[in-house]
């Protein structure tokens, strides 16, 4: 079978999808803030069997499943001052992870839209998709 993907538009992003620039950041954006000097926090909120199949491999890189978002708030707890980065395979998760982060006082938490698949299409191409 034959994947077709949807041309990305000028964000980088499916043409038409729409983007809450309140909850969500591009991957070409997050490319650019973790090149840049005040890098984001990265938490990945996939489960463990996907981060070993790929991750984007961020410095300081989390893996902190969604199910277990509420349990280790806590742990988490050094990153609600920062800018945090969600991601997920799609962006489904990491848009539910944001909001959840968001309501529990980590005001700089957002989604990478599309997730790791688009990052793959956009970004690198060298990150396998599944």
Do not use: K, N, Q
């Not at 989390?62 to 980065?85: F, K, N, Q, T």
């Amino acid at each position: 079978m034959i994947r077709r993907d949807p041309p990305l538009d000028e964000r980088g992003l499916p043409r038409g999808r729409p983007l809450d620039r309140d909850l969500e950041v591009t991957p070409r954006e997050v490319r650019d803030a973790l090149a840049g000097p005040d890098p984001p926090a990265i938490i990945d909120c996939r489960r463990p069997d996907e981060h070993a199949f790929c991750a984007l491999g961020a410095p300081g890189e989390a893996l902190v499943p969604m199910h277990e978002i509420a349990a280790r708030l806590g742990e988490l707890d050094p990153l609600r001052d920062r800018d945090v980065v969600i991601y997920c395979h799609t962006g489904r998760r990491s848009l539910w992870a944001a909001r959840y982060l968001r309501a529990h006082g980590f005001g700089g938490a957002r989604s990478m839209a599309g997730g790791i698949d688009l990052w793959s299409r956009d970004i690198d191409p060298a990150v396998p998709r599944y």
